[in-house]
């Protein structure tokens, strides 16, 4: 058995920097060999700043030119499925950033190359490697707060995303580019498919912001009904301006149990009786969820070594993706949506 992972970095944007530096300095049996990105800007900055000196506009050259065993695919939703499969079908493992892609079909034939080339797929679900979110998972398992009847997860972003992200053509919106780890998240804990949502959307910051693409929101609120019977809402706001926000809810049938709060740091300050307490708050996700990003990245690779697999994978990808697209559809028609409509 191998006991190191090559791995080809896919994107060279926001996110493909904190993976850059889980694999860099945090799981020593991965080696970052490649780096791909259309971009030369973003490609030489991510080049230098992680040391790695063979750089590609695109995967297919990267395939042809160096001898790797993974990818971590960081690019924009509408070249997931392209990516994706290319990968698999040249026997690459494959961590794919959520949201899956952009449609069913896409993700369906994501899991079948994956799958037809025995490759591992994991989904960039972060959260699910959170210590506190793994903790609060591992003790309602245990049943310490009974049976989940209600869950509430909210994640408000502090900047715009990138101009592709906020457009539902590219991304699906705000819903699946911030929220995707919610519709996750809210499923996982609960134990339970969704079954039905109705959402409310609204446009607060868009016009000042300089953003009049079509059905742009930035605010959303989403009620869920899940198969089992329980309730659940997933609320999002970005930009949020005040920093970055992740926070869940569950309300079980003997107690609650909360994960996360507004305040980010241990450390509280008081120097000036008029300014009060300051309580530090979390300015950014990489900030937030730095040991989910380096958690999931020692996962994968301990996959690969294993032949494991792993804990979130296509299916989950999928059902976020589902859970979007009943929302997108809900607040373009103002009603509520069976996810039976979407899954068919
Ligand atoms: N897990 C998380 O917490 C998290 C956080 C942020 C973003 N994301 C996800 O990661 C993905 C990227 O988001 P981002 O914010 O880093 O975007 P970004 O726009 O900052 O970066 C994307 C990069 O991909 C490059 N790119 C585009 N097409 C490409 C191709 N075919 N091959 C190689 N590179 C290509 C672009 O040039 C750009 O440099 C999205 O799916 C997003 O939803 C996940």
């Not at 989904?123 to 979110?133: A, T, V």
């Not at 049943?143 to 408000?156: A, F, N, V």
């Not at 005040?242 to 869940?248: F, I, S, W």
Request: proline share 5%.
């Amino acid at each position: 058995m191998s006991s190191s992972v090559r791995v080809c970095l896919v994107g060279a944007g926001r996110v493909a920097r904190v993976h850059a530096n889980s694999l860099v300095n945090h799981v020593p049996p991965a080696q970052l060999v490649a780096l791909v990105d259309p971009d030369p800007r973003a490609r030489e900055e991510a080049g230098e700043q992680f040391g790695i000196e063979k750089r590609f506009a695109a995967l297919e050259e990267a395939l042809e030119s160096v001898a790797f065993d993974a990818v971590v695919i960081t690019t924009p939703t509408f070249t997931h499925k392209q990516l994706a499969v290319t990968a698999a079908n040249a026997g690459k493992h494959i961590l794919l950033e959520k949201p899956m892609a952009l449609n069913l079909a896409e993700c369906d034939a994501i899991i079948a190359a994956a799958e037809a080339n025995g490759v591992i797929l994991q989904l960039g679900f972060m959260r699910r490697f959170d210590p506190e979110f793994v903790a609060a998972a591992q003790r309602i398992e245990a049943g310490e707060i009974g049976q989940p009847m209600l869950i509430k997860s909210l994640t408000h972003g502090p900047g715009l995303p990138p101009a592709w992200a906020r457009d539902l053509k590219t991304s699906n919106g705000m819903l699946a580019e911030v929220n995707s780890h919610d519709w996750d998240c809210v499923r996982w804990l609960m134990g339970s498919d969704y079954q039905r949502v109705y959402v409310e959307v609204a446009n607060f910051k868009g016009k000042a912001r300089g953003v009049d693409t079509e059905h742009f929101y930035d605010n959303a609120l989403v009620n869920i009904r899940f198969e089992n019977g329980g309730l659940g809402s997933i609320s999002g706001v970005c930009p949020c301006d005040y920093g970055y926000d992740a926070r869940v809810e569950i309300v079980g049938e003997k107690g609650i149990m909360q994960i996360g709060e507004l305040k980010g740091q241990a450390v509280v300050v008081c120097t000036n009786r008029d300014q009060g307490l300051i309580t530090p708050i979390y300015r950014t996700w990489p900030q937030r969820f730095e040991w989910g990003y380096i958690r999931e990245m020692e996962h994968f690779v301990d996959c690969i070594l294993k032949g494991a697999r792993p804990k979130v994978g296509g299916q989950e990808g999928r059902w976020a993706v589902a859970g979007v697209l009943a929302a997108t559809r809900s607040f373009l028609e103002e009603r509520p949506v069976y996810l039976r409509e979407i899954l068919g």
